[in-house]
């Protein structure tokens, strides 16, 4: 059975820095690409970054592209997001998901870590 539990979300000031952390379980993590994905309060869920697998070649959206960085710890069977000069629109439930791409939004995902930007 496929687990991913989401963590490390909090309340950051705008401008501020954040490292969410993703731990699978169930499945080998090595032979999977993985994604993170968000909703922010009254909206659908919106793909962020994904890595390959290995985790040679990366892809974010537009409005984190240069501010999040995504990467993993195959050894840990962990997934990272770290997320830089945040701003209050990337206040959201952040998850990890498998796959890459825009496409994994209906994948299996965790119970999320919730990330709030505000002064």
């Known amino acids: 059975e496929v687990q991913l539990v989401e963590s490390g979300g909090g309340l950051v000031q705008p401008g501020g820095s954040l490292k969410v952390s993703c731990a699978a379980s169930?499945?080998?993590?090595?032979?999977?690409?993985m994604s993170w994905i968000r909703q922010a309060p009254g909206k659908g869920l919106e793909w962020v970054s994904s890595?390959?697998?290995?985790?040679?070649?990366?892809a974010s959206a537009a409005p984190v592209k240069d501010r999040f960085f995504i990467s993993r710890d195959d050894n840990r069977n962990t997934l990272y997001l770290q997320m830089s000069d945040l701003r209050p629109e990337d206040t959201a439930v952040y998850y990890c998901?498998?796959?890459?791409?825009?496409?994994?939004?209906?994948?299996?995902r965790g119970q999320g870590t919730q990330v709030t930007v505000s002064s």
């Open positions: 890595i390959t697998i290995g985790g040679k070649i990366t």
């Open positions: 169930g499945f080998t993590f090595s032979s999977y690409p």
């Open positions: 998901t498998t796959g890459y791409g825009g496409g994994v939004l209906s994948n299996s």
